[in-house]
């Protein structure tokens, strides 16, 4: 054990993790020159077109040090942002240490501080690694005095590489293997290890990712999971290298794999203890805090008969991420579906991308939404997921949405453009400080601000060089109110949205105008109207199409021509009573990326 190293990779999107992991394991030989590829942790097609990680992923290396030993190094390379935070949590529970990269040339950003606060917390050791030393604006005396100040580390040793040459990147591995400890010694030989993760593998089940903290696990034996109470047999017990290779067991400060014919995934629980069913350990290992998603959205079949097809996807996509939940709901316009759960935007994004990629189903979401609680007169307590479930005015008396504290971090000539925008938000300043040329600023924000644009029109107004961070904080008093989508008289409640009152009419107005461009004509006049409550707030007509009920008319007195005028207005009247209007399944998907 004594020669045992597990660390995890953390850092801001974009700052060189993925790159850093692979020449850690191009040096320690993982794999032959011809078998790497720039970024080889990132296996899913998504990760790879988007150039980001959204999967902790893991690789045990063998090295032969300068001091003649030879140690086993276990590598998790973690996502960057701040909608897989959870990812890295998971990650940084089974490690002893982390190996700190930050870019030499863009210095620390927000997720960089978030993920070393989360390294802190686990009581890590850290190496600090300073990355793309090669390019012309890399500045590395000026960004070791930034970590000193932002983050308050020591970084006067920190180890100046580029990942991408490989410059330096020797200094990284040997500082790892001195600096960092070993795994702790069991206090005793009873298995006891942690599920750190979880995936659906067609041809062998459910396969579980562990670290073992105690004891050892091998092929045969009978394990049992704590939280659950399943027990299973061991078929296979590996680890990766990053190919999947079998061995005998396991043993304690190892980190690997096994399989054991799982069929049901509700027994997988990611933060899961596992034991030896017949001498299991005293007590379950600490887990994890479980996620609390922050976004809301409903998912419904294209096809109502692929519900079914689209739970089994929803079950393996929540053993392969636990961030993501889900619940039965129905809609009187869209039918059965499920409500869903994300932490983020981006993390709704890629949900809906791997649904329709890994298990091929047509889908339409409806707006994203946050929770709020509802006070009812009543002296009752609602918590409201879905804005369409709203009870009636009346019977309210007051609604509470969820706030938020944001850590930004700008180059000081945007600071006018993020302070601008935040207020626009309904944003609170709560602190501003500066750091050489950067600023970190802090405000407190809705959080139904933030889910929409926020971040998109971030990223615009400081042409990309702004980095942001997130903490739900609590709860407050809002002037809230439920804007109704009417579609013929009709309400659509797919298209409801809770939004303050100041913004209501320009919302709605906003919808109703994209929604008569989506809506295909009739025979008839179609009334799009936006209304609180009783109260219709913005409209517009979809006009109809005209027949020239006179065109075989060759003369004759103007009340001919009248007659047949009315007859076809009685006509259009009585089909405006009984049509039905269609929207289609794009109208659904455009009303959503409305812009103020």
């Known amino acids: 054990m004594e ?32 078998e790497m590829k720039a970024q080889v942790l990132d296996s899913m097609d998504i990760e790879r077109e988007r150039g980001i990680t959204i999967k902790a992923q ?60 989360h390294a802190i917390d686990c009581d890590h050791e850290i190496v600090t690694v300073l990355n793309k ?101 061991v078929d296979n017990v590996g680890y990766f290298l990053p190919k999947k290779t079998m061995t005998e067991k396991l043993t304690a400060g190892e980190v690997g794999f096994i399989t054991a014919s799982i069929k049901d995934i509700s027994d997988c629980q990611v933060g899961d203890t596992i034991t030896d069913d017949k001498n299991p350990c005293d007590a379950p290992l600490k887990g994890f805090k479980p996620s609390v998603p922050v976004v809301f959205c409903g998912i419904f079949p294209v096809d109502s008969s692929e519900l079914e097809k689209l739970k089994e996807s929803f079950q393996k996509l929540h053993l392969n991420d636990s961030s993501f939940s889900y619940e039965a709901e129905t809609s009187a316009a869209l039918g059965f579906g499920f409500r869903c759960g994300f932490l983020g935007l981006l993390h709704l994004e890629i949900i809906q991308e791997r649904l329709e990629r890994e298990f091929d189903v047509d889908i339409i979401m409806t707006a994203p939404s946050v929770i709020y609680k509802v006070y009812m007169t009543n002296g009752e307590v609602k918590e409201l997921h879905n804005p369409a479930e709203m009870p009636d005015v009346v019977k309210i008396s007051k609604i509470e949405e969820p ?82 989508i009417l579609v013929n008289g009709e309400p659509v409640d797919a298209l409801s949205m809770i939004v303050h009152k100041s913004r209501a009419e320009r919302r709605g ?19 799009i109207q936006a209304a609180i409550g009783g109260k219709i707030i913005a409209r517009e007509t979809v006009s109809p199409f005209r027949k020239d009920v006179t065109a075989k008319l060759y003369g004759g007195d103007v009340t001919r021509k009248r007659k ?33």
Not at 101 to 109: F, I, L, M, P, R
Not at 509 to 527: E, G, N, S, T
């Open 58 to 117: 893991t690789v045990r290396l063998t090295y032969d040090a300068n001091d003649g030993n030879t140690y086993i190094l276990n590598l998790i390379d973690t996502p960057g942002h701040v909608d897989f935070a959870y990812e890295v949590s998971r990650s940084l529970a089974a490690c002893e240490g982390s190996v700190l990269v930050v870019d030499a040339s863009q210095g620390v950003e927000a997720q960089t501080l978030a993920n070393v606060y």
């Open 3 to 34: 020669n045992i190293r597990n660390f995890s990779i953390i850092a801001h999107i974009d700052h060189g993790k993925s790159t850093l992991a692979d020449r850690i394991i191009e040096i320690c030989g993982g794999l032959d020159k011809r």
């Open 564 to 596: 047949l005028l009315d007859k076809q207005k009685e006509g259009k009247k009585r089909m405006r009573q009984f049509g039905d209007v269609e929207i289609p399944q794009k109208a659904f998907i455009e009303a959503l990326k409305i812009d103020d």
């Open 509 to 527: 107005r906003a919808l109703c105008l994209k929604l008569k461009d989506l809506i295909p004509r009739q025979q008839f006049k179609i009334a």
């Open 133 to 233: 030393i090669d390019l012309p604006a890399a500045d590395v005396e000026a960004v070791k005095r930034q970590i000193k100040e932002v983050i308050g580390i020591d970084a006067s040793d920190a180890i100046a590489v580029s990942a991408k040459s490989g410059e330096g990147m020797r200094n990284v591995i040997e500082a790892i293997v001195h600096k960092l400890p070993p795994p702790r010694k069991p206090c005793s030989d009873k298995l006891c290890a942690l599920l750190v993760d979880s995936w659906y593998d067609k041809y062998l089940g459910v396969v579980i990712l562990i670290r073992v903290f105690e004891g050892e696990i091998r092929a045969g034996m009978k394990m049992k999971m704590m939280a659950t109470g399943a027990t299973y047999t």
């Open 403 to 484: 706030w938020i504290r944001a850590t930004i971090i700008v180059p000081e000539t945007y600071l006018g453009a993020v302070l601008t925008l935040c207020e626009d938000k309904r944003g609170e300043q709560i602190d501003i400080n500066f750091a050489g040329d950067r600023t970190i600023v802090q405000y407190r924000l809705p959080l139904n601000e933030v889910v929409f644009d926020f971040y998109d029109k971030l990223k615009s107004t400081t042409k990309g060089y702004a980095s942001f961070d997130y903490q739900t904080t609590d709860y407050r008093e809002g002037d809230l109110v439920k804007v109704s």
